[in-house]
């Protein structure tokens, strides 16, 4: 093993109980993001003895935010750190790199994988759209006869969705489309003025435009005050108006006293007893660089699709030669991404703007989801759009590229009256989309290279198909039918089928599903329609790489919706004395 240095970084108070580690715990759960925190707040809700391993520090919105900080407070203007790659103020600790624990990408392949290593993940920034997957993102392969069906359908999760709903809390409207299903929604803010141009272009397109569903609270709910409308959110809500696990999930969690968290604390593997059976994890406790073992009844993987996948692969024993759980050979197989590519255009009618009311929540008031029949259309699957631009608040690198503005740049007075002109004059569009699982795009063990903890680190492969292209290709032409309506001015030509219409690197996009795919079928798939491993009856999932597809949709509020279903069977199968 490697030479192992201890976290020195890491100076906040321990939440870490390690006399409590001689325990054998009810469940063990690795990740305390989406999958990991509501895993803790529905088991220990149900009387379970938890410990929660999360490798990164604590770090609560409510307590450590920096909502209110204006960028001009500090010498840097907010610009982005190497930790901190959305900007100084932003609240996500981690990265496209962290320092210590590289990943490799395959020759030929191209792979992008962000990592949050703090309590509660990348819940911390998330842009927080709540999107449920409809009835058909179930049932892809029925379709069309691509990827897999799930083996379960939007009946089963639906219950799920609605309780995540009424804990959580979001907004949005009742909108009856066939596969965006409404949910139990709080009153949506009203769209913003270069959102009403937004929405004037697309229903003169027929583009279907309709309030955003972001987990943005707009009236009080289960304690949490409402949003006032700071537009911060991504630094991490100090009123607890937006979701994120440490403040919604964890916070109440360890209310219960049924709740040990060990932070700062990195899981090397899963462990095994004779009976092939899990008996805990073994880790890293970053702050001494010591090796310890937690030991469970059950344990519980949440250390995002990817992490969890590699921990999977790394936890070989005679019962597992190939990886915990893998007899399938599919770990870390079926990987998925969504498809993204993005435009803005300068709209002249936003130039020179009488000063106006911009308030709103930190993302979005108006989306697209997907309205087009792909029967018509030479790609399979959906994408929905993202609406960006207004009077966000200024920070280091503001209006970058203003000479490609008419007459725009120079020096002193002038560029100063431009930033004026053209602040708040751009509207961008961002196209999320459904990739179909292929045998190009997985992740494996690299057989030369461990982490600072001497872990062996994952190595990526990724390839898109034309499927993916093609999607990409249409979401242009849709951005630029949409911005050409409002009068607008763009910047790049249409990229071409060389540059593959700018679709994102694998991995860009952040939404990693898969490497743990579930199904009826052990030869397959890792786990059963319960996340519950189909080799290892006490090992369970709850993160995104249980998911069979994608899907339009952002996948966090089904992660959610996932894991508490996953919970419940556990606390059923508890009860009847099965674990
Ligand atoms: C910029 C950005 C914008 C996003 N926007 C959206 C959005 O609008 N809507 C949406 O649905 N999704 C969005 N996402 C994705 C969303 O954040 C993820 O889907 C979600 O957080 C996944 O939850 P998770 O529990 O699987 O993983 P994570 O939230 O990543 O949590 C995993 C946790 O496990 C810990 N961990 C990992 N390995 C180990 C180990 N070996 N030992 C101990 N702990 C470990 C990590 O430190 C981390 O805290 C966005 C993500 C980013 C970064
Ligand atoms: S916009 Fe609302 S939810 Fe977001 S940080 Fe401000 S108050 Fe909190």
New binding site residues.
């Given amino acids: 093993m490697l030479g192992v240095t201890p976290d020195t970084n890491d100076q906040r108070p321990s939440t870490n109980n390690l006399k409590e580690i001689s325990l054998v715990y009810d469940v063990c759960i690795v990740g305390s993001g989406a999958g990991g925190g509501m895993a803790a707040y529905a088991l220990t809700k149900a009387g379970a003895n938890v410990v929660l391993l999360e490798a990164g520090p604590s770090w609560f919105a409510s307590r450590d935010s920096k909502?209110l900080m204006p960028s001009y407070a500090s010498p840097r203007r907010g610009a982005s750190t190497k930790t901190r790659p959305f900007g100084e103020f932003d609240a996500c600790d981690g990265g496209w790199e962290i320092e210590g624990e590289p990943y490799t990408v395959a020759p030929g392949s191209k792979f992008m994988w962000w990592r949050a290593r703090m309590l509660g993940g990348r819940t911390n920034h998330w842009g927080r759209i709540s999107l449920r997957f409809g009835p058909r993102d179930f049932q892809g392969k029925t379709r069309d006869g691509l990827g897999e069906d799930w083996p379960i359908g939007y009946d089963d999760v639906a219950p799920y969705y609605d309780r995540v709903d009424r804990l959580i809390g979001l907004f949005g409207s009742h909108e009856n489309l066939p596969n965006e299903p409404n949910g139990i929604f709080q009153p949506p803010p009203k769209p913003r003025c270069y959102e009403l141009l937004v929405k004037k272009a697309s229903d003169k397109l027929n583009v279907t435009c309709i309030p955003a569903r972001l987990s943005?609270i707009t009236q009080p709910l289960n304690g949490r005050l409402k949003?006032?409308?700071?537009?911060?959110?991504n630094?991490g809500?100090g009123?607890k108006?937006?979701f994120s696990s440490p403040d919604v999930l964890i916070a109440p969690a360890l209310a219960t006293k049924r709740l040990t968290l060990l932070t700062s604390s990195m899981v090397r593997e899963v462990t095994v007893g004779k009976d092939g059976l899990a008996t805990g994890v073994s880790y890293i406790d970053k702050r001494t660089g010591e090796d310890k073992h937690v030991e469970a009844r059950i344990v519980v993987l949440s250390a995002s699709a990817c992490e969890t996948s590699r921990l999977l692969l790394n936890s070989k024993s005679s019962f597992f030669p190939q990886g915990l759980a893998n007899g399938s050979g599919t770990v870390g197989k079926y990987l998925t991404d969504t498809t993204g590519t993005d435009l803005a255009g300068f709209i002249p009618a936003m130039a020179d703007h009488v000063t106006h009311n911009e308030d709103g929540?930190?993302g979005m008031h108006l989306y697209m989801p997907w309205w087009l029949d792909n029967s018509k259309l030479d790609f399979p699957r959906g994408y929905h759009i993202e609406v960006w631009g207004g009077l966000y608040q200024p920070s280091a690198g503001f209006m970058g590229g203003i000479e490609r503005y008419p007459g725009g740049g120079g020096y002193g007075k002038q560029l100063k009256q431009d930033y004026r002109k053209y602040y708040g004059a751009t509207i961008g569009f961002s196209g999320r989309g459904e990739m179909i699982p292929n045998d190009e795009s997985y992740l494996e063990i690299d057989p030369n290279v461990v982490d600072r903890w001497g872990i062996p680190v994952a190595r990526f492969h990724w390839g898109w198909t034309d499927h993916e292209f093609n999607q990409v290709k249409h979401m242009h032409e849709t951005f630029r039918a949409l911005l050409t309506e409002m009068g607008g001015e763009i910047f790049s030509p249409m990229p071409t089928k060389e540059q593959g219409y700018n679709i994102s690197t694998g991995g860009q996009i952040i939404h990693e599903l898969g490497g743990a795919r579930m199904g009826s079928d052990p030869k397959t798939s890792v786990v059963n329609a319960n996340c519950q491993a189909h080799e290892c009856k006490n090992l369970f999932v709850a993160d995104g790489s249980p998911f069979v597809s994608q899907a339009d949709k952002n996948p966090t509020w089904t992660i959610l919706a996932l894991s508490w279903r996953t919970a419940d069977y556990i606390a059923s199968q508890r009860k009847e004395g099965a674990l």
């Fill in positions: 909502m943005i949003c006032h409308y700071c537009g911060q959110c630094r809500c009123v108006a937006n929540v930190g």
